[in-house]
Nanobody, 116 residues
Framework: QVQLVESGGALVQPGGSLKLSCAAP????????MGWYRQAPGKQRELVAT??????PNYADSVKGRFTISRDTKNTVYLQMNSLKPEDTAVYYC???????????WGQGTQVTVSS
């Protein structure tokens, strides 16, 4: 059973920074695409960034140049968020999708609120 656990969400002022973490024990990063998605109130869940072995990270246009997705060797995926804007306010979800498969897993989400 795959279990993804996000952390790092918080209230931050506009222009501030925040780093989210996603613990993904048991996930083999070489065969899984890892990603961050977000869902704002009243809106659909949307892609923020994805990372997969052998390819450059992929970002939504709205976060390019401000957010960076990365992963370490201890099965943790990160989302570094800089120059945060109020429109970045959402619940952020970690996602693991097995390549060439329909197997997809989600974390429980972590709240990010950007407000003064």
């Amino acid at each position: 059973q795959v279990q993804l656990v996000e952390s790092g969400g918080a209230l931050v002022q506009p222009g501030g920074s925040l780093k989210l973490s996603c613990a993904a024990p048991g996930i083999n990063f070489s065969i899984y695409s890892m990603g961050w998605y977000r869902q704002a109130p009243g809106k659909q869940r949307e892609l923020v960034a994805t990372i997969i072995s052998g390819a450059s990270p992929n970002y939504a246009d709205s976060v390019k140049g401000r957010f960076t997705i990365s992963r370490d060797t201890k099965n943790t995926v990160y989302l570094q968020m800089n120059s945060l804007k109020p429109e970045d306010t959402a619940v952020y979800y970690c996602n693991a999708r097995r390549i060439l498969s329909t197997n997809t897993y989600w974390g429980q989400g972590t709240q990010v609120t950007v407000s003064s």
